[in-house]
């Protein structure tokens, strides 16, 4: 039977099928198979003008697709929910959603003015929603290489945390460092300190020339000028970079040199975990900022200070929602996690009883005057020199020899 014929054949049966019984249909189906040597699931849907993109009628013409019509597919809306996405780094749909608020009274002075009802449909998308509307622009990346070395002089000194802090105080913080390597650990190189507040997800980067202990203290000291809270306890790995006489020292109360004025604690040796909320922003804030590349350029070293110091800082800490583990319950094998609703680290030290009210209007005033796109403008503006001091060439003549 020609090509034709078949498509004849097939609209005759499919006029029948329709007004036949269904003790009739199922011998339509048996002829047509039989004729055709179609199996019977696809025969059916040949019968019923179901194609690959949807159900056909009887004029071959598209049937509309069952259901309300989608209120979230608007060009308008796209193109807007696309642009706070990439200028907020690419947030998951769970923390894009919390951080819309934030960023939509900023939209309208860098893009054409949003509608009314753009603006409210945005702010109604639920996370799962954003989610399916981005996934065509989404990427991955890799991973890097392991720097921490351990250190062994003071190990006997600085007692492991064996104990959880009180989440619930802003001031106890956990450091690490990230190694802007490349392809090998050899030689002198750039390294970024990270230390993240447990209570808040407040987080502050310094960057440092080879991780030495007196420039690590000194990042440090500068961070600890700069935090909105007191310092209450450091928690670390077990990296020479942190376990030093330097260190110690600088921790020391100012009264009583052999008595510590905050908690110093450590790590368990190999155990990534016990520093999970550093370990995390050393992705989400170093490494998707900076990636992978060898930064053996002493030059870059005070640019990047200046950024991680002032705008890299400022966006993340107001206008970069985080979760918090609430409870981890172990079912069988299984662990279920239940995690709160993400905030801004700025929105959790507003809430906190621990914060005095100065440092809380402290902090709203900055806020007030902040604009989340001016400053990924600048930031952007400012990896573009950075990057731009990058010794590409060297690095890809090391990795060869």
């Not at 990346?141 to 921490?148: E, N, Q, V």
């Not at 070395?149 to 009180?166: M, N, R, V």
């Not at 490349?182 to 980067?205: N, V």
């Not at 070293?301 to 705008?311: D, H, S, V, W």
Request: with cysteine; charged share 25%.
């Amino acid at each position: 039977m020609g090509r034709l014929s078949m498509e004849l054949y097939i609209k005759q049966l499919s006029t029948r099928y329709r007004q036949a019984t269904k003790k009739e249909k199922g011998l339509m189906l048996d002829e047509f198979c039989s004729t055709s040597g179609y199996s019977r699931k696809h025969a059916i849907k040949i019968i019923n003008g179901i194609k690959k993109h949807g159900r056909m009628t009887q004029n071959n013409t598209q049937r509309k697709k069952p259901g309300p019509k989608p209120i979230y597919e608007s060009k308008e809306l796209i193109q807007a929910l696309k642009a706070i996405w990439l200028a907020s780094d690419q947030m998951c749909g769970k923390r894009l959603k919390y951080a819309l608020p934030d960023w939509l009274p900023h939209y309208d002075k860098h893009y054409p003015a949003l509608s009314e009802q753009t603006r409210a449909q945005l702010l109604s998308m639920s996370s799962a929603t954003i989610d399916r509307a981005l996934s065509p622009f989404k990427v991955k990346l890799g991973k890097g290489k392991s720097g921490t070395k351990p250190g062994s002089l003071l190990k006997t000194q600085i007692p492991i945390l064996t104990e959880q802090w009180d989440n619930s105080i802003p001031g106890y913080v956990e450091a690490d460092t990230v190694a802007h390597c490349g392809d090998t650990l050899l030689g002198d190189f750039i390294w970024s300190l990270t230390l993240t507040d447990i209570s808040s997800g407040w987080t502050e980067l310094r960057a440092v020339w080879s991780k030495g202990a007196a420039g690590i203290v000194d990042a440090i000291k500068d961070i600890e000028a700069q935090l909105p809270f007191i310092l209450r306890g450091f928690d670390s790995d077990n990296g020479s970079e942190f376990l030093n006489y330097h260190l110690l020292r600088y921790f020391a109360h100012p009264d009583d040199k052999e008595r510590l004025r905050l908690k110093f604690t450590r790590s368990r040796p190999y155990k990534k975990d016990d520093n999970a909320h550093v370990e995390q922003k050393n992705w989400t804030h170093v490494r998707q900022l900076l990636g992978y590349h060898r930064l053996d350029n002493k030059k870059i070293l005070p640019l990047l200070n200046q950024l991680y110091a002032n705008e890299l800082s400022l966006l993340n800490n107001f206008f970069r929602p985080c979760v918090k583990l609430l409870s981890k319950e172990r079912i069988n094998s299984k662990i279920k996690k239940k995690h709160s609703k993400p905030m801004t680290p700025y929105h959790r030290l507003l809430v906190s009883e621990h914060i005095p009210k100065k440092q809380k209007e402290k902090l709203t005033a900055i806020y007030i005057n902040l604009d989340p796109f001016e400053l990924q403008k600048s930031i952007q503006n400012q990896l573009s020199i950075i990057f731009s001091l990058v010794n590409v060439k060297d690095t890809r003549a090391r990795t060869a020899i």
